[in-house]
């Protein structure tokens, strides 16, 4: 199968499977949001208050998107975790030059988030992904190496396997094995990650809708609500992650949880 083949075809089983979760409930974030596109309208003021709110915010979770069709480097997204939280959806190819105060603002604000005194989730290697936006020259390789990121992909796998045993025969505490049956443990190899839909869909019972991926990311947000949504969701799915990693929940707590949000 040669690549453009490929590639299709792991387009197309993405959406089969956007499709048979799509009969869950829809996500749920834990906290209300508010979002802000920054871009070269963004006015100062806007920025400088951001600005002083990073200043009192330790916790956030980063998420990036490429255009489908350009490949390019397209938008950053930044979730201030806070008890309403604040979103940022950073336009990355409608920035303002690189001279004016927008600009510098812009930057000095992702220079406070990316303090390394500051906790950064991503679902990924959040440096990694950061990376690909250097040449923008909002942040330096160097700021982004020095920042706390946790890889929350990772942590969610070991905490799932530790909550959720083998029922199948293996050992309980086994790791992901290609002879096991159980269908509460749908990642079968040892070397393989959850994808993040996979993860709500098992964890809370949610469908967090991924039909908008391979979507035009490199235009302006303010022509599609669907994507500011999208964007957004991709942040808080995340943050809800987190939780149970950061809270070392059981199985029971999970299910009282999901149980309440039943009503």
Same mark, same amino acid.
């Given at each position: 199968?040669n690549?453009?083949?490929?590639?299709?075809?792991?387009?197309?089983?993405? *959406?089969?499977?956007?499709?048979? =979760?799509?009969?869950?409930?829809?996500?749920? +974030? =834990?906290?209300?949001?508010?979002?802000?596109?920054?871009?070269?309208?963004?006015?100062?003021?806007? =920025?400088?208050?951001?600005?002083?709110?990073? *200043?009192? #915010? #330790?916790?956030? #979770?980063?998420? #990036? @998107?490429?255009?489908?069709?350009?490949? @390019?480097?397209?938008?950053?997204?930044?979730?201030?975790? *806070? *008890?309403?939280?604040?979103?940022? %959806?950073?336009?990355?190819?409608?920035?303002?030059?690189?001279?004016?105060?927008?600009f510098w603002?812009?930057?000095?604000?992702?220079?406070?988030?990316?303090? +390394?005194?500051?906790?950064?989730?991503?679902?990924?290697?959040?440096?990694? @992904?950061?990376?690909?936006? &250097?040449?923008?020259?909002?942040?330096?390789?160097?700021?982004?190496?020095?920042?706390?990121?946790?890889?929350?992909?990772?942590? !969610?796998?070991?905490?799932?396997?530790?909550v959720?045993?083998?029922?199948c025969?293996?050992? +309980?505490?086994?790791?992901?094995?290609?002879?096991?049956?159980?269908?509460?443990? +749908? &990642?079968?190899?040892?070397?393989?990650?959850?994808? %993040?839909?996979?993860?709500?869909?098992?964890?809370?019972?949610? !469908?967090?809708?991924?039909?908008?991926?391979?979507?035009?990311?490199r235009?302006?947000?303010?022509?599609?609500?669907?994507? &500011?949504?999208?964007? &957004?969701?991709?942040? =808080?799915?995340?943050?809800?992650?987190?939780?149970?990693?950061?809270?070392?929940?059981?199985? @029971?707590?999970?299910?009282?949880?999901?149980?309440?949000?039943?009503?």
């Amino acid at each position: 199968m040669n690549q453009s083949n490929s590639a299709r075809s792991k387009v197309a089983r993405k *959406r089969v499977l956007n499709r048979q =979760l799509s009969v869950l409930s829809p996500f749920v +974030p =834990l906290n209300d949001w508010q979002a802000y596109r920054i871009n070269r309208t963004t006015a100062p003021s806007l =920025l400088h208050d951001l600005i002083q709110l990073a *200043r009192r #915010t #330790t916790r956030y #979770t980063i998420d #990036t @998107e490429h255009d489908y069709y350009t490949h @390019e480097a397209a938008l950053i997204q930044i979730e201030f975790i *806070r *008890r309403r939280s604040v979103v940022l %959806l950073i336009e990355m190819c409608h920035l303002p030059p690189t001279s004016t105060v927008t600009f510098w603002l812009i930057k000095s604000l992702l220079a406070v988030i990316l303090s +390394p005194s500051n906790f950064i989730y991503s679902w990924g290697n959040g440096i990694d @992904e950061l990376g690909q936006f &250097v040449h923008y020259d909002l942040f330096s390789s160097s700021t982004i190496r020095r920042s706390n990121n946790i890889d929350v992909q990772v942590d !969610f796998k070991l905490w799932y396997n530790k909550v959720f045993l083998h029922t199948c025969g293996l050992q +309980p505490h086994e790791h992901d094995h290609s002879l096991c049956t159980c269908i509460h443990r +749908p &990642v079968k190899h040892r070397q393989d990650q959850w994808s %993040l839909q996979k993860a709500i869909a098992y964890a809370f019972g949610e !469908f967090l809708d991924k039909s908008r991926t391979n979507s035009k990311w490199r235009q302006q947000l303010i022509h599609s609500d669907e994507l &500011v949504r999208y964007a &957004v969701n991709d942040c =808080l799915a995340v943050t809800k992650l987190h939780m149970l990693i950061d809270g070392n929940w059981t199985k @029971e707590q999970l299910e009282k949880y999901n149980q309440r949000q039943c009503f």
